[in-house]
């Protein structure tokens, strides 16, 4: 496997505190979930992260399908308590592709869930669900 890109984030504080890049290109406010939060938390930044690179395989497979269509991606990450106590996330990820049939966009966001990197990370670990929207 050969590594394509690299990069790194340094988080100071858990959920109460903040999370930067050491260059210093980047840097957030980290906060608990919440409707009322001053900054993001690791959900939000998951959510960015999924919707991005799931959109970017769609994107991809939609060129490789001779298809030109607009397509967007909302990531939903929840956070649940799990029956021991501790916690997982799960995503939703609701994909629209502009002009595009239920049925076809169905096949197109299948073969991006196969090669999107986040997916694969993904795979058997947490529960993602696609929905065409």
């Not at 988080?11 to 919440?34: C, L, W």
């Not at 694969?120 to 993602?128: F, H, P, S, Y």
């Amino acid at each position: 496997m050969k590594k394509m890109y690299e990069t790194a984030m340094i988080n100071h504080g858990g959920r109460e505190g903040e999370v930067q890049a050491p260059n210093g290109s980047m840097k957030m406010k980290i906060t608990a979930p919440g409707l009322h939060a001053e900054g993001t938390n690791p959900e939000q930044l998951f959510a960015a992260g999924y919707a991005s690179c799931f959109n970017g395989a769609l994107q991809l497979m939609l060129e490789q399908g001779g298809k030109d269509n607009d397509s967007t991606v909302k990531a939903r990450v929840s956070l649940y308590q799990t029956d021991d106590g501790g916690f997982q996330v799960g995503a939703v990820l609701e994909i629209h592709i502009e002009g595009m049939a239920e049925a076809e966009a169905k096949e197109f966001a299948e073969k991006a869930h196969e090669f999107c990197p986040y997916s694969k990370a993904t795979r058997g670990n947490i529960e993602v669900e696609l929905e065409i929207v």
